[in-house]
């Protein structure tokens, strides 16, 4: 007989005895089961440096083990976390930050102003809104234990949304000789500012990852909201379990064997929703963007040609029905920035409304000199977003003609490789799809992958100077208005070099047991503070 999802949904428990499940290993001293939450995530972490990657499961690492200075409330206001006082002087050109009391790091010792510098100006290199708020930093000086400065050389009014920023990279506080560490090189360890602590000794990598509450910890006094606000552990141990199987995954939730499940089959939704044992939310209001991105750097994509024929392959309702069935939870898009967004617009978007033509995509890589050689894809068979989006990226290329390299892998793998700047024949790449925030992706100065400033780009490394001029004038324009019409010329010319495809957008659901409360919805991170678990 053929198992389907939702005979899993039915069978429960007897689904996940049938099935192959990691091992469960048992921890050392673990702390009671009540106290304790079990979460699968979109992800196996793999990178614990969540600078080094832009990898949303290790921004939720990141945000499990660091804080930072300022985080982002519901309201996507910037507000106080880690800073206590902070002002700007008149000319508008010195913000000065004082630490609030109490501030450790998990091994106990104080987190100081120089610790605070280095991990800024670290973050810096790697964030494209961390590289355009340093073009007009002079200076980053430290005055004592608790106090530093940030001298701008201009007026520049992000600097504060820019450290609160919640898209990937986060600004997290390290120890300065963590944050010493050259960028370009993954920090390991795993010393951090936040309200738990990563647990080295029953992490077993594959297979889970754990988080003992940090007893050095010292939350703000005020109510909790997404990044901001009083991040006050409830729980012992929280759990990252590496269950790959969603059908596994799925049984273990109703059974109870797990607590939180934080990308269920989302068109089995509906039907998850009516389990009373279950609660089911969409976590994340702005939703999420899947893209498909282009290496610019190697044939065919470094042609123009090449990458506007990807806009007649490329099928957004193809892509979305497989995850999401015919469901009311995605949306084709147009916009080079999150539709529904204040920066949503309809530029230069002929193909959009043209859809689908393999003839248009032949004569297109015809156009730039496409000599044969196989186009490397890499499919992420673990991911519910890349692994469609790689067989579906292949099936449509070779329908235009074109040598495909489908390359099967995990996705921790698939985020090391998309790293590598090598020739794809020599273990490179050509696309990999992924996914990113409705709220990062409608931002041309804190998503870096909005950038096309070539090695300093996002993955792909895209050089448009046009595109880079455009980015500065919009972090520089005085109003909402005046950044709405960059937008738009930002939007025209980037259609026009094709960095990446949109594959459409999606508002997907959490689901946990009816005992956990507490969850906190914000868009990037998925956060275990303010968590309670019921008997």
């Excluded at 005979?7 to 304790?36: E, H």
């Excluded at 921790?412 to 490179?428: W, Y």
Aim: with cysteine; proline share 6%.
């Amino acid at each position: 007989m053929t198992t389907t999802r939702r005979g899993v949904l039915a069978g429960g428990l007897a689904a996940l005895a049938s099935t192959s499940a990691p091992a469960m290993i048992p921890a050392r001293a673990a702390p009671p089961a009540a106290r304790t939450v079990k979460a699968v995530m979109h992800a196996d972490l793999r990178v614990l440096d969540p600078i080094w990657t832009t990898a949303n499961i290790s921004a939720y690492h990141g945000a499990m083990i660091y804080d930072t200075l300022f985080g982002l409330d519901e309201n996507f206001n910037p507000q106080p976390q880690m800073v206590g006082k902070w002002g700007l002087s008149d000319d508008k050109l010195t913000y000065t930050f004082e630490l609030r009391d109490g501030l450790k790091f998990s091994d106990g010792a104080a987190v100081t102003a120089a610790d605070c510098v280095a991990s800024v100006r670290r973050w810096a290199a790697r964030s494209g809104g961390g590289q355009t708020m340093m073009k007009r930093v002079k200076d980053t000086p430290v005055v004592d234990d608790k106090t530093f400065k940030i001298v701008l050389s201009e007026p520049y009014a992000l600097v504060i949304d820019t450290l609160s920023t919640i898209s990937t990279s986060l600004c997290y506080m390290m120890r300065r000789k963590d944050a010493e560490t050259d960028p370009n090189q993954q920090i390991r360890e795993t010393i951090g500012s936040g309200p738990f602590l990563y647990n080295r000794d029953e992490t077993r990598p594959g297979n889970r990852h754990v988080y003992d509450r940090n007893p050095n910890y010292v939350p703000r006094a005020e109510t909790p909201s997404a990044m901001s606000g009083g991040k006050v552990v409830k729980l012992d141990r929280v759990t990252f379990e590496n269950i790959a199987d969603e059908q596994t995954a799925l049984s273990a939730l109703q059974a109870g064997e797990i607590d939180f499940y934080e990308v269920p089959p989302q068109d089995l939704v509906d039907d998850l929703k009516k389990d009373p044992n279950l609660t089911v939310q969409v976590l994340n209001k702005t939703g999420h963007v899947a893209l498909m991105r282009l290496n610019q750097l190697y044939p065919p994509f470094n042609n123009p040609a090449a990458c506007q024929a990807m806009l007649y392959l490329v099928k957004q309702d193809d892509i979305m029905r497989a995850i999401f069935g015919q469901s009311k939870s995605w949306q084709a898009c147009d916009s080079f920035f999150a539709c529904g967004t204040p920066m949503t617009n309809h530029e230069n978007t002929d193909w959009f409304r043209h859809g689908q033509d393999i003839g248009k995509a032949k004569e297109l890589f015809a156009k730039a000199g496409y000599d044969g050689k196989p186009v490397v894809v890499l499919q992420a068979t673990d991911h519910y977003l890349a692994n469609p989006a790689g067989l579906f990226a292949a099936q449509w290329l070779r329908q235009a003609g074109i040598n495909v390299d489908l390359a099967a892998m995990d996705w921790g793998a698939l985020l090391s490789r998309r790293a590598v700047k090598k020739p794809p024949a020599e273990g490179g790449w050509n696309i990999f799809s992924t996914t990113v925030t409705g709220i990062t992706f409608s931002d041309p100065i804190q998503f870096t992958g909005q950038a096309a400033n070539g090695d300093k780009a996002w993955f792909g490394w895209p050089t448009n100077a046009l595109q880079e001029t455009l980015r500065e004038q919009w972090a520089t324009a005085p109003t909402l208005q005046a950044r709405q019409e960059v937008a738009k010329e930002m939007q025209k010319n980037a259609w026009d070099f094709v960095p990446h495809l949109v594959l459409g957008q999606f508002f997907r659901s959490s689901a946990w047991r009816r005992n956990i409360t507490g969850v906190i919805g914000m868009p990037e991170v998925v956060g275990f503070w303010n968590m309670e678990k019921a008997a």
